[in-house]
Nanobody
Framework: QVQLVESGGGLVQAGGSLRLSCAASGRRFSGYYMAWFRQAPGKEREFVADISWSVGNTYYADSAKGRFTISRDNAENTVALQMNSLKPEDTAVYYC????????????????WGQGTQVTVSS
């Protein structure tokens, strides 16, 4: 049974940093893309960043470029999202997701999801 468990959310002031982690278990993720999405109150869930589990190449939404870094640790089976220079508009529930095959910005095609972790950025 695949499980994705996020951690690391919290309250931070604008300009601060947070590091989110996603612990993945239940199968080998070779060939999978791992992604971070977020959903703010009253808004649709949106893509933030993804990474190829096997190769490690990454892709970011424009809102994340230059501020967020996604990485994976194959030995620990974790995916991290380092978030710097946080802004109030980054406030959202952040989700870890996984899909087999090519990368995608569309949440509908992701097979596995974590429960989410709240990130709140105060101004």
């Amino acid at each position: 049974q695949v499980q994705l468990v996020e951690s690391g959310g919290g309250l931070v002031q604008a300009g601060g940093s947070l590091r989110l982690s996603c612990a993945a278990s239940g199968r080998r993720f070779s060939g999978y893309y791992m992604a971070w999405f977020r959903q703010a109150p009253g808004k649709e869930r949106e893509f933030v960043a993804d990474i190829s589990w096997s190769v490690g190449n990454t892709y970011y939404a424009d809102s994340a470029k230059g501020r967020f870094t996604i990485s994976r640790d194959n030995a620990e089976n974790t995916v991290a999202l380092q978030m710097n220079s946080l802004k109030p508009e980054d406030t959202a529930v952040y989700y870890c997701a996984a899909r087999l095959g090519g990368r995608s910005r569309y949440d509908q095609v992701y097979e596995y999801w974590g429960q989410g972790t709240q990130v709140t950025v105060s101004s």
